[in-house]
């Protein structure tokens, strides 16, 4: 049966106005995705990627090698989490500064402490947590039983950029310390057996690996406790994935102590 020439002229009219409302709606998404910038590739499809400055002096922790506790660490937590990390070895302070500028995402291995807080992003779980103790030479080694009791006067050496507590500044005014910054621990320890410096503030398991490797261990001891440090991935405030940065890492970290494999992870290897 042949159609008449008006219904021809209807369907035509109507294929025609669907087809003109397909293109309209076409053309609307196109002109919504170009509004709005949606990529081709959507953010859920494509993995969270992290850059982090290492420190290359605080073994067991982070060495030259970017090796050490605190990358496997990491690494783990975030693959836990679908990040991708990567990581650049530098001296301490440059990663500070890095980190603060925003030419990395964040920097390890940080104290949150107050002057710490003014500058970075930090989670809720620390990495780890690591005691720092008064070391003296055993030549020169005082009868007192904390720090608060150090004579006045006394010369104690540091580590320069490091974090040591808030109690610090309190305790360098009240004992009138006089204060030497150095770059490295075998710097203090060399101090140390010279007699140029009192006591030195040292990392007590990063202290051993250098004691070790120095051949000191008669002749350098920790005698009591600076502080307790709780050691974090401290984030840049440039970067405004840095809240979501430190709350994965926080998630990964747990999920890490969940599975019983973050202990296994504190051990120090050969790596």
């Not at 990567?86 to 302070?93: A, G, H, K, L, R």
């Not at 004691?211 to 307790?228: P, T």
Request: aromatic share 10%; with cysteine.
């Amino acid at each position: 049966m042949s159609l008449s020439c008006c219904s021809k002229k209807r369907l035509s009219d109507m294929f025609t106005r669907y087809s003109s409302l397909v293109l309209a709606q076409v053309a609307l998404c196109f002109f919504i995705i170009a509004c709005v910038g949606i990529p081709a590739q959507t953010a859920m499809s494509a993995p969270l990627k992290a850059t982090l400055a290492a420190e290359d002096s605080w073994p067991p922790f982070a060495d030259e090698f970017g090796s050490g506790i605190s990358h496997r660490l990491i690494q783990q937590a975030y693959k836990q989490v679908g990040v991708e990390v990567s990581t650049i070895v530098v001296p301490y302070t440059r990663g500070l500064i890095m980190a603060e500028r925003g030419t990395v995402d964040g920097v390890f291995n940080v104290t949150r402490e107050q002057s710490t807080i003014k500058r970075f992003v930090f989670g809720q779980v620390p990495l780890f947590t690591v005691d720092a103790s008064f070391f003296f030479s055993k030549a020169q080694l005082p009868t007192i039983t904390n720090k608060w009791q150090l004579p006045p006067g006394s010369v104690i050496g540091i580590i320069d950029g490091y974090e040591y507590g808030d109690e610090l500044p309190q305790l360098i005014n009240q004992r009138q310390l006089t204060v030497i910054k150095v770059n490295s621990q075998r710097q203090l320890i060399n101090l140390l057996l010279v007699g140029r410096i009192d006591s030195a503030i040292m990392y007590d398991l990063v202290a051993d690996v250098y004691i070790e490797q120095m051949g000191v261990k008669q002749e350098i001891i920790a005698k009591f406790s600076n502080h307790k440090s709780e050691i974090f991935v401290a984030f840049s405030k440039k970067n405004p994935q840095a809240s979501t940065l430190s709350l994965l890492l926080d998630e990964g970290l747990l999920k890490l102590k969940q599975q019983g494999l973050y202990q296994q992870l504190l051990v120090p290897t050969d790596d």
